[in-house]
């Protein structure tokens, strides 16, 4: 009887979890080392799951507000942090603790603790409860995620100085908030704030929210945000922060700054992540780092440690839980012996702002970067009846189309649930769909669903709900 393979993984996230359950379907020993109670990792404990939680809080609050607008109207809310917070906790132990469970079930040895490497086969691990482990393998999975990054400028340890870990707490609300990064996490953290009732002001350093972004889409975002936040700064660094027990002084450069430094109840720093790659004893292999920090890998994920493999945010952008989940079951496979790699053709990426933005594929941005010409076509969501039916025309979504083939090859969308739209964008980008395929796929009525339809057919100035003349 052949002994099956030795499969250890390190972290326990997204990538971390789903390597080890799929190597255990396909046979394998599994040890999957995490110091949590359950697997899970950032994502599900300190992540993408509790602030989605507390955002569907937000979304909650905001809509009962407007309703207004209908003649609804539900009065002044109340807002019970305890009971806030104890929601949130029970959506992350009822995820955390289903992963617990599908590791049994699958017989995956968990072991809690933090890992270090011995050599290029075997892991030590400092356990939890005291001492330590050894555990030997024939390939391992680094998934050790990311974390907060903290600019030297930033890093002040103090109560009123948050990262994305301590905002998700909710400790108290704060009367004033100051989110330093106008990106994804700072800009649902601050939806979060907002809609609970603190004054947000967003500083972002570059000339627009969410940099890199298509500005069209962001555009349709950021009118809506203005009118939840206090201010928002764009073109504007935090040159110092002096926290004490009345607030922050913040010091401010901005072309618009009126007053500097200025006074905030609290302050959230949210200027990206850095991978956890420091991880001890990966120097004594043949396994290296790039210039950023990230663990360098090839199309299967492997690094230059035939026996070692990286998936995650540990192992380069996009730091994304699905992305993650992907490279997860390439790694598996390339562990097994079979020829796959890592080649996807559309990666989309949620922002679950007030509207949401999504996107996958080519983006316009992109293209104008690599000198690329496309065709784009845009659909407004007030020319669609289930939008104006929610009471949310603020949307839009375009295709971005090889002006030869006429290949869809990206697409991008903002509106209200436009995170639960792109997925068809993959599909068809995937599928090598061309602009005419989404034109002939029926699409049911009324729903957001048919703005990816409606878009297709302007591009083919067929559109029903918008005029634009036929193309020659």
């Given at each position: 009887?052949?002994?099956?393979?030795?499969?250890?993984?390190?972290?326990?996230?997204?990538?971390?979890?789903?390597?080890?359950f799929f190597?255990?379907d396909?046979?394998?020993?599994?040890?999957?080392?995490?110091?949590?109670?359950?697997?899970?990792?950032?994502?599900?404990?300190?992540?993408?799951?509790?602030?989605?939680?507390l955002?569907?809080?937000?979304?909650?609050?905001?809509?009962?507000?407007e309703a207004g607008?209908?003649?609804?109207?539900?009065?002044?809310?109340?807002?019970?942090?305890d009971?806030?917070?104890?929601?949130?906790?029970t959506?992350?132990?009822?995820?955390?603790?289903?992963?617990?469970?599908?590791?049994?079930q699958?017989?995956?040895?968990?072991?809690?603790g933090r890992?270090?490497l011995v050599?290029?086969?075997?892991?030590?691990?400092?356990?939890t409860?005291?001492?330590s482990?050894?555990?030997?393998?024939?390939?391992?999975?680094?998934?050790t995620?990311?974390?907060?990054?903290?600019p030297a400028?930033?890093?002040?340890?103090?109560?009123?100085?948050?990262?994305?870990?301590?905002a998700l707490e909710?400790?108290?609300?704060p009367?004033?908030?100051?989110?330093?990064?106008?990106?994804?996490?700072?800009?649902?953290?601050?939806?979060?704030?907002?809609?609970l009732?603190?004054?947000?002001?967003?500083v972002?350093?570059?000339?627009s929210?969410?940099?890199?972004v298509?500005?069209?889409?962001v555009?349709v975002?950021?009118?809506?945000?203005?009118?939840t936040?206090?201010?928002?700064h764009?073109?504007?660094?935090?040159?110092?922060?002096?926290?004490?027990?009345e607030?922050?002084?913040?010091?401010?450069?901005?072309?618009?700054?009126?007053?500097?430094?200025?006074?905030?109840?609290?302050?959230?720093?949210?200027?990206?992540?850095?991978?956890?790659?420091?991880i001890?004893?990966?120097d004594?292999?043949?396994?290296?780092l790039?210039?950023?920090g990230?663990?360098?890998?090839?199309g299967?994920?492997?690094?230059?440690?035939?026996?070692?493999?990286?998936?995650?945010?540990?192992a380069g952008e996009?730091?994304?839980?699905?992305?993650?989940?992907h490279e997860?079951?390439?790694?598996?496979?390339?562990?097994?012996g079979?020829?796959?790699?890592?080649?996807?053709?559309?990666?989309?990426?949620?922002?679950?702002?007030?509207?949401?933005?999504?996107?996958c594929?080519?983006?316009?941005?992109?293209?104008?970067?690599?000198?690329?010409?496309?065709?784009?076509?845009?659909?407004?969501?007030g020319?669609?009846?289930?939008?104006?039916?929610?009471?949310?025309p603020?949307?839009?979504?375009?295709i971005?189309v090889?002006?030869?083939?006429?290949?869809?090859?990206g697409?991008?969308?903002?509106?209200?649930?436009a995170?639960?739209?792109?997925?068809?964008g993959v599909?068809?980008?995937?599928?090598?769909?061309t602009?005419?395929?989404?034109?002939?796929?029926?699409?049911?009525?009324?729903?957001?669903?048919?703005?990816?339809?409606?878009?297709?057919?302007?591009?083919?100035?067929?559109?029903?709900?918008?005029?634009?003349?036929k193309r020659?």
């Open positions: 009887m052949i002994e099956p393979a030795r499969l250890t993984v390190i972290g326990g996230g997204p990538g971390g979890y789903t390597a080890a190597a255990a396909l046979g394998m020993s599994v040890t999957l080392i995490d110091g949590a109670p359950d697997p899970g990792g950032v994502c599900l404990y300190r992540g993408c799951m509790p602030s989605k939680a955002l569907h809080v937000a979304k909650v609050l905001t809509e009962a507000k607008q209908w003649g609804v109207s539900f009065g002044e809310p109340a807002i019970d942090l009971r806030l917070r104890s929601w949130k906790s959506v992350v132990s009822t995820l955390t603790s289903g992963l617990g469970q599908l590791a049994r699958r017989n995956v040895t968990y072991v809690q890992a270090s050599d290029a086969h075997t892991a030590r691990v400092a356990l409860t005291g001492g482990q050894d555990v030997s393998f024939d390939h391992a999975i680094l998934a995620g990311s974390r907060p990054a903290r400028t930033l890093a002040v340890e103090h109560e009123r100085v948050m990262d994305s870990t301590a909710i400790s108290r609300i009367e004033s908030l100051l989110v330093v990064g106008g990106g994804y996490i700072g800009l649902e953290l601050g939806t979060v704030y907002a809609a009732g603190t004054e947000v002001s967003v972002e350093m570059t000339s929210v969410l940099p890199g298509d500005s069209d889409l555009r975002m950021a009118r809506r945000l203005a009118k936040v206090h201010a928002i764009v073109d504007t660094k935090v040159t110092n922060l002096a926290p004490n027990s607030g922050v002084e913040v010091a401010l450069d901005g072309p618009k700054v009126e007053s500097s430094p200025a006074r905030f109840d609290a302050v959230l720093v949210a200027v990206g992540r850095m991978p956890n790659s420091q001890e004893g990966l004594g292999t043949a396994a290296r790039d210039a950023r990230f663990v360098e890998v090839d299967q994920r492997r690094t230059a440690e035939p026996s070692l493999f990286a998936i995650g945010d540990v996009p730091m994304l839980a699905h992305k993650a989940f997860a079951r390439v790694a598996v496979e390339a562990a097994t079979k020829r796959v790699a890592f080649e996807p053709q559309a990666v989309p990426a949620v922002v679950f702002t007030d509207p949401e933005i999504a996107w594929g080519l983006t316009e941005t992109a293209a104008k970067q690599d000198g690329r010409a496309v065709s784009i076509s845009r659909f407004p969501w020319a669609s009846g289930r939008a104006i039916t929610l009471g949310r603020d949307g839009m979504t375009k971005i090889d002006p030869e083939s006429e290949s869809v090859l697409v991008g969308i903002v509106g209200t649930g995170g639960e739209l792109i997925a068809e599909v068809a980008i995937e599928m090598g769909a602009i005419s395929d989404l034109k002939e796929c029926i699409h049911p009525h009324p729903t957001l669903s048919e703005t990816v339809l409606e878009s297709a057919e302007s591009f083919l100035g067929l559109s029903t709900h918008i005029y634009k003349p020659s």
